[in-house]
């Protein structure tokens, strides 16, 4: 019996192995597929809608260019711009553009695309951007000037697709020709990878722009395709049909590591996670009592989960901002001590917990937030996990829909001011509400040009949102992918903090 049950087992592996090896041998030499982590929305694809998270930024960076983009050894390379000036006084900045560019379709790359981007732009950042900026002067069709309301330090943070998507540069007369929803169907830019094909949610196809003006992809097609199941993403990888998987946690980057034809990578990337009260601002919930907030705090272990979950790459962590940013106050996590937290919440004056409505995470932090609502459940504090698309839930944060509790992340680059503005000031893209003295510390020091003066300034404000127990913070984690045997170049971790594979153009396949 036992010798039969090993018979076949043995036979289904070789029978694996050779459809693995028969579907590699498939693929086209000069192809690579990507299996991401989530449906691809078409709104991914357009610079100007993008919510202030980095999804889109992984498509952004095969598919359009901006005048200046983080880029491996600088976080913020000239890249359409060839170079830039700021005036003494910090009001104006002068570009010079590349000459002799074009777009995909043909188009000549001129100054007054870089100002219809940046006019159209609508995302997080925009209303910021579009206050601020009083007058973009075209100077000639390579040169222009941005001309600010007041001095401004974040500036060119915030526009160099560091901390937004407002500098990515897309076509006028076509835009204006196909208007928004015929761009999003087939989007033309300036990037490494001109657009084939997509089916929405499912697979976009990529082709290589032998005229990008760093350098040609030697990847000649370039695939994307949805796949949100981790099991799913595994079997890919190891099968052939995909060459990269993304955000393999838990059994599914065990079994990479356990695999020798499969390379398991990480990375330090600029994110945060972090349990987020909404309702910390209304007098009629418990989580306006900062000693409930702390018990949340308190009753998670941080240093477990990342261990079950991210094979211990991650670190846990006491702020929202990245240890690694521009202006971080380094802050220690508060400890897991589930038995303060019940005494918190007894003072508090709920001795038998809560009921505290739905728990809501980003899709991608499904598993951890199944973990956070049992610890807190352990300690009285009730939650139900209720799951969200990727694009929708995105839109629901942005429109400020969710309610009770959101496990949060944050992976755009740029500093401590950046995450702030978007996170914790009152008119934040994400915060439900804000403290008065907080925002006149951040006004103060968004004019302050001074270094020093400025990094006492925000430190002050991350040591005031830690004690006042704003948020829950988890960990800065550190993306896991997967690797197949085809790749000699995966491009991950070129561009320091960066969580996803880029520039796409010095990817490389093994062999000619």
């Known amino acids: 019996m036992r010798r039969s049950v090993s018979m076949w087992f043995l036979i289904g592996m070789v029978v694996t192995c050779l459809a693995g090896e028969a579907t590699a041998q498939r693929q086209p030499k000069r192809q690579l597929i990507i299996a991401f982590d989530a449906t691809i929305a078409p709104t991914f694809l357009d610079p100007s809608e993008s919510p202030g998270v980095t999804t889109p930024s992984i498509f952004l960076y095969a598919l359009h260019d901006a005048l200046l983009k983080p880029l491996p050894g600088n976080p913020r390379a000239p890249s359409l711009a060839e170079s830039w000036a700021e005036s003494p006084d910090g009001l104006v900045y002068e570009f010079k553009l590349r000459e002799g560019l074009t777009f995909h379709n043909g188009d000549p790359f001129t100054a007054e695309d870089v100002k219809f981007s940046f006019l159209r732009y609508k995302g997080a950042s925009a209303k910021l951007l579009h206050e601020r900026v009083q007058a973009i002067d075209i100077l000639d069709a390579h040169r222009l000037r941005f001309v600010l309301h007041t001095p401004w330090p974040d500036f060119l943070t915030i526009y160099s697709a560091m901390a937004s998507t407002a500098g990515w540069v897309v076509p006028k007369q076509y835009v204006e020709r196909v208007g928004s929803d015929g761009f999003k169907r087939h989007p033309i830019g300036l990037g490494p990878y001109r657009f084939v094909r997509a089916t929405p949610g499912v697979e976009l196809v990529l082709e290589a722009h ?208 950046t995450r702030i503005e978007v996170f914790v000031l009152g008119t934040g893209t994400y915060a439900y509400g804000s403290h008065a003295d907080l925002d006149a510390l951040f006004q103060q020091q968004a004019v302050e040009r001074d270094r020093a003066t400025r990094e006492a300034l925000l430190h002050r404000i991350q040591h005031l949102m830690h004690e006042r127990v704003m948020h829950a913070p988890l960990r800065e984690p550190e993306p896991i992918f997967g690797i197949g045997p085809r790749v000699e170049e995966p491009g991950i971790g070129l561009i320091p903090l960066l969580p996803f594979p880029a520039p796409y153009e010095e990817m490389r396949l093994q062999g000619p």
């Open 210 to 417: 032998e005229r990008y003006w760093r350098k040609p992809p030697t990847i000649q097609r370039l695939i994307f395709k949805g796949v949100p199941d981790s099991a799913t993403r595994l079997a890919m990888l190891k099968t052939g049909e995909a060459d990269i998987a993304y955000n393999m946690l838990g059994d599914e980057g065990v079994a990479i590591k356990g695999d020798p034809k499969l390379r398991l990578m990480h990375i330090r990337a600029g994110i945060t996670e972090w349990l987020e009260f909404l309702e910390q601002w209304d007098p009629a919930s418990p989580w306006h009592d900062r000693r409930v907030r702390l018990a949340a705090n308190l009753a998670i272990d941080k240093q477990a989960i990342i261990e079950t979950f991210e094979l211990g790459f991650s670190r846990p962590t006491g702020s929202i901002i990245p240890h690694a940013f521009e202006f971080a106050l380094p802050l220690e996590p508060f400890p897991y001590d589930p038995a303060q937290a019940k005494r918190l919440l007894t003072e508090a004056g709920y001795p038998n917990g809560f009921e505290a409505g739905d728990l809501t995470p980003f899709p991608l932090l499904l598993p951890i937030a199944e973990a956070v609502a049992n610890y807190l459940g352990a300690v009285g504090i009730r939650t139900t996990v209720r799951t969200m698309e990727r694009a929708a839930w995105i839109l629901a944060r942005r429109e400020k829909k969710l309610k009770g509790l959101v496990l949060s992340a944050g992976a755009l680059l740029g500093n401590a001011a």
